[in-house]
């Protein structure tokens, strides 16, 4: 009988498992549910422990969603927006460009004081004031991706964000053209989602995500924007097309 508790599982036996989870998520009609987690360990004969961390990958790609409470679905393959990372575009204008809908789900804009970090990248003040703008951006209803984004008040005001507001600041700062933007550094890593960002993306707490942290620059030399993106890897392709010297 499976058990709770994490135990030691092979590399060929952890290999085993992906395979046969694979065949079943193929076999399985978008929209089906999977057997329950007990169930599908017990038939497997590898811990409900082992059998999430298998089911980590495969939801990552974006071919299964696990619902708290009511079981894991197969979703099919999604569609990926791929893109390149030498030119800063939102992810409106990404999926745009491949015919894939996106829309905003919850919206929060909030006011706050600069910590330490914040103030260092932003080049402000520690406490002085903020503006925070976090929002969920889903596809076909599935959450993909959780943007954060903090920016000075003086810029944006939170009045100027309740109306047309479609998830993208990058897009609302290219449509005012002021102030200009030039360049965007960002610091590209895999991390795990905490509970928080978990939750806001509808996934278990500890699975992978590409996080990208950037400082969006105007051409007087300002940073005018500081912002944390967290993406569902199945769901994005980023590519760096790099030149040979």
């Given at each position: 009988?499976?058990?709770?508790?994490?135990?030691?599982?092979?590399?060929?036996?952890?290999?085993?498992?992906?395979?046969?989870?694979?065949?079943?998520?193929?076999?399985?009609?978008?929209?089906?549910?999977?057997?329950a987690e007990p169930e599908l360990a017990k038939q497997m004969g590898v811990s409900r422990a082992t059998l999430r961390e298998a089911m980590r990958t495969f939801e990552g790609q974006g071919l299964i969603r696990r619902r708290q409470g009511v079981g894991t679905f197969v979703v099919g393959h999604p569609q990926v927006i791929e893109t390149g990372l030498e030119v800063l575009q939102s992810i409106?204008?990404?999926?745009?460009?491949?015919g894939l809908e996106v829309s905003m789900g919850d919206l929060k804009i909030s006011k706050i004081e600069a910590s330490a970090e914040q103030a260092r990248s932003l080049q402000v003040e520690v406490e002085a004031p903020l503006l925070q703008?976090?929002?969920?951006?889903?596809?076909d209803d599935r959450p993909v991706a959780y943007l954060v984004d903090i920016l000075p008040q003086n810029l944006l005001s939170q009045e100027e964000l309740q109306d047309g507001f479609n998830g993208s600041v990058l897009d609302f700062l290219l449509r005012r053209k002021q102030p200009a933007l030039?360049?965007?550094?960002?610091?590209?890593?895999?991390?795990?989602?905490?509970?928080?960002?978990?939750?806001?993306?509808?996934?278990q707490r500890g699975d992978v995500l590409l996080m990208f942290v950037?400082?969006?620059f105007a051409e007087d030399g300002r940073v005018i924007d500081f912002s944390?993106?967290?993406?569902?890897?199945?769901?994005f392709h980023f590519q760096l097309v790099r030149r040979v010297e």
């Open positions: 009988m499976a058990k709770d508790e994490p135990t030691t599982t092979s590399p060929q036996t952890y290999q085993r498992l992906q395979n046969q989870l694979a065949q079943i998520i193929a076999v399985t009609k978008p929209g089906e549910r999977l057997l409106e204008t990404l999926a745009k460009r491949i703008v976090s929002r969920v951006i889903l596809t030039t360049k965007s550094l960002t610091d590209i890593q895999a991390v795990a989602a905490s509970s928080s960002i978990a939750r806001a993306l509808e996934i950037a400082r969006l944390t993106s967290y993406f569902l890897p199945g769901y």
